[in-house]
């Protein structure tokens, strides 16, 4: 599936970076990753939770054309707000066929 409104989302992710420390240790930091296209709606546009269900703290929900990855440690920066994933990257698919139209990703704006 793709969004024709879809936003782009500046991806950082904490890894190595080729360097090492004055100890011979790898040096480690936050890089820009590639960005991910994506259609996001905020909270208050999300469906209603049901009566005995858990309700998820969130701020955005962020659905991913396919093929597009997000990691749990990942920050992503969603409508000008630095953002944690909540709850890690799900892949929907079809029931009855191989159709995949992507991914759902809900975000927590950081405060601070």
């Not at 969004?3 to 930091?29: C, K």
């Not at 962020?62 to 992503?76: F, G, H, K, M, R």
């Amino acid at each position: 599936m793709s969004f024709p409104n879809a936003e782009v989302i500046p991806v950082s992710r904490y890894a190595e970076t080729g360097e090492v420390d004055r100890y011979g240790d790898p040096v480690s930091s936050w890089i820009d990753a590639a960005p991910i296209r994506a259609g996001v709606s905020d909270k208050a546009t999300e469906i209603q939770f049901s009566p005995g269900r858990m309700e998820m703290d969130f701020d955005y929900a962020l659905y991913l054309e396919p093929d597009q990855t997000v990691l749990p440690a990942d920050l992503l920066t969603v409508r000008g707000q630095s953002c944690k994933v909540v709850k890690p990257h799900f892949e929907w698919q079809g029931l009855f066929t191989n159709w995949q139209p992507g991914a759902t990703v809900y975000v927590k704006a950081e405060v601070g």
